[in-house]
């Protein structure tokens, strides 16, 4: 009954708990295939209460997309890479994206659900434009005190590099069981991650510095 009474009387943290319920079911079932009963469910709290905080099930599948883009980019500006080398804070930036990507599998898939649809509803936030600009802003100053040091190409683009950090973060997630059967048959999950790893590390290297 005590837990019951506080999670009553704890709007921010219902909130969290249907949040993180809507992640887990829209990751698993997509938008059309999730239902607000199954949402609920997860979150330990009603329909009735989901409806309350979110409206719809169309917003709260933005807002929970917000939230795990705003994660990230949490995570990125956390790292505080402005203390390392330009070549040191890329390797830091490629690592750590390389390993959130894997550790947050659901995200990952809520990301190819979006894609699936043409990112219809994530070009209706001005939030996640806004928080993602933080992700190019974080590679800008990398590249550009390498740029400044001669260390890395004068022409680099920051989308562009994203670009190339990201393919093979995300592919490691979104095709990880269709590549490993069909091309690592003899190779251990974890031989298969660390190589995968080091290659994000060294394609990103070779791309941007120069000889």
């Known amino acids: 009954m005590p837990t019951v009474a ?30 607000l009963e199954q949402i609920a469910k997860e979150a330990e709290t009603t329909k ?12 709260l599948y933005i807002t929970t997309l917000e939230m795990v883009y705003q ?10 890479l402005s203390a390392l080398t ?16 894997l550790s947050h599998a659901d995200f990952m898939r809520l990301v190819c659900s979006e894609n699936l649809m043409h990112g219809r509803y994530i070009q209706q936030s001005d939030e996640i434009k806004n928080t993602n600009r933080m ?4 590679l800008e100053d990398i590249l550009v005190r390498g740029k400044t040091s001669g260390d890395f190409y004068p022409d680099l683009s920051a989308v562009d590099v ?11 997630v979104s095709s990880r069981y269709t590549f490993d059967a069909l091309f ?4 251990s999950e974890e031989t298969s991650i660390a190589r995968n790893r080091q290659m994000a590390v060294t394609a990103t290297l070779r791309y941007i510095t120069q000889p």
């Open 48 to 59: 009735r209460m989901v409806v309350y905080h979110f409206s719809n099930k169309e917003q």
């Open 71 to 80: 994660q990230i980019r949490k995570h990125e500006l956390g790292l505080d």
């Open 86 to 101: 330009p070549s040191e804070a890329m390797i830091t930036l490629v690592e750590e994206s390389f390993d959130y990507h």
């Open 184 to 187: 690592n048959s003899e190779q």
């Open 6 to 35: 506080k999670r009553k009387n704890d709007p921010e943290g219902l909130k969290k708990r249907i949040l993180s319920g809507a992640l887990a079911i829209f990751a698993e079932f997509g938008l059309q295939g999730a239902r």
């Open 135 to 138: 992700a190019l802003r974080v």
């Open 162 to 172: 994203h670009r190339l950090i990201s393919s093979i973060c995300v592919h490691q």
